[in-house]
Nanobody
Framework: QLSFVESGGGLVQPGGSLRLSCAVR?????????IGWFRQAAGKEHEGVSC????????YSVDSVRGRFTISRDTAKNTVYLQMTNLKPEDTATYYC??????????????????????????WGKGTQVIVSS
């Protein structure tokens, strides 16, 4: 019913910028309540990064990226973006676009903080790798 195609990752020096894109492919009757970017660094669990409510467009970013990352969407293209600036080595990870399809009341923050989402997801995209290194 729902699939994600992430792109835009690459190798960048510390302090640099990247813009990630996620093409969301949905069925004609499928709804989701929030969408966001999660990342997984080597040897670590997935973590929420920046999320957006599909109900009102509000956004939330976790403390480690707030002020540096911005999530946005182009509803006409059904595409979600993550503009990343002032990248740091600790941002190195594979970035995934995911959606909340179960919790109808989930806010953007709820989604980014919801660890159960990781276990409910069974349609992960391939992700896009970001490497921040000098």
């Amino acid at each position: 019913q729902l699939s994600f195609v992430e792109s835009g990752g690459g190798l960048v020096q510390p302090g640099g910028s990247l813009r990630l894109s996620c093409a969301v492919r949905t069925g004609p009757t499928f709804d989701y309540y929030a969408i966001g970017w999660f990342r997984q660094a080597a040897g670590k669990e997935h973590e929420g990064v920046s999320c957006l409510s599909n109900k009102d467009g509000s956004t939330y970013s976790v403390d480690s990226v707030r002020g540096r990352f911005t999530i946005s969407r182009d509803t006409a293209k059904n595409t979600v973006y993550l503009q990343m600036t002032n990248l740091k080595p600790e941002d190195t990870a594979t970035y995934y676009c995911v959606a909340e399809t179960y919790r109808i009341t989930a806010t953007a923050q709820d989604m980014c903080d919801d660890t159960t989402l990781l276990y409910r997801m069974d349609n992960w995209g391939k992700g896009t790798q970001v490497i921040v290194s000098s």
